[in-house]
């Protein structure tokens, strides 16, 4: 079946300009989480929706970050006003109810000019 | 704080020279360990979760184990396909996210 997707894979942006990344989770899974990964280093911990209730958001560096599950499946992450700072590789991942595991998207690279 | 260690940081192996993975942790309680594999441009791909120590879980050359300070993951006469970054992250009790190690990238020449 069909696993997580995220778009775009790439994304170039000045500093100062707002981007959108989208995350299309596993049919079903009603856990979706976000995490950031630098280069080198492991991804690390950003937001977490159950359905549509964003209930961990502790990971978010700053206000500029965003993050959104309106219906309960696909999720948007905003960032407003990109910082050179933000330039990592953003991934999704998404859990189904019955079992613990947590299965990741391609990434989305995010490059801060 | 929750930590979460892994040695060496990069490792070159021969074809088919075992060697052994480690992932130290100090968390405040523990749900479960998982291993990922993460090749270059790719997501994290699962590999294992353990829940307790002792428990053992294997695939083809790989076979990770679980104590209650560390894991390893074992890797048995690998091949050149089995280069990649591996991730170790815990699952916290009472939290629904992973906490990640800085990964070992792993290279094995032919």
């Known amino acids: 079946g069909a696993g997580v997707s995220q778009s775009p894979r790439y994304k170039v942006a000045k500093r100062g300009q707002d981007v959108a990344l989208r995350c299309d989770p596993i049919s079903g899974h009603v856990s979706l989480f976000w995490y950031q990964q630098a280069l080198g280093q492991g991804p690390e911990f950003l937001t977490y929706f159950q359905n549509e209730a964003q209930l961990d958001k502790s990971g978010l560096p700053s206000d500029r970050f965003f993050a959104e599950r309106p219906e309960g499946s696909v999720s948007t992450l905003k960032i407003q006003r990109t910082q050179q700072e933000d330039s990592a590789v953003y991934l999704c991942?998404?859990?189904?109810?019955?079992?613990?595991?947590?299965?990741f998207g391609p990434g989305t690279r995010l490059t801060v000019l | 704080e929750d930590q979460v260690t892994q040695s060496p940081e990069a490792l070159r192996l021969q074809e088919g020279e075992s060697s052994s993975l480690n992932c130290s942790y100090t968390v405040s309680g523990l749900r479960g360990l998982f291993w990922y594999r993460q090749d270059p441009g790719k997501g994290p791909e699962f590999l294992f979760t353990l829940y307790s120590a002792g428990e053992e879980k294997e695939k083809e050359r790989l076979k990770a184990t679980l104590t209650k300070k560390e894991s390893f993951l074992h890797i048995t006469a690998p091949k050149p396909e089995d280069s990649a970054t591996y991730l170790c992250?815990?699952?916290?009790?009472?939290?629904?996210?992973?906490?990640f190690g800085q990964g070992t990238r792993l290279t094995i020449n032919p």
């Open positions: 991942a998404s859990r189904g109810s019955s079992y613990n595991e947590q299965f």
């Open positions: 992250a815990v699952h916290l009790q009472g939290a629904q996210k992973l906490v």
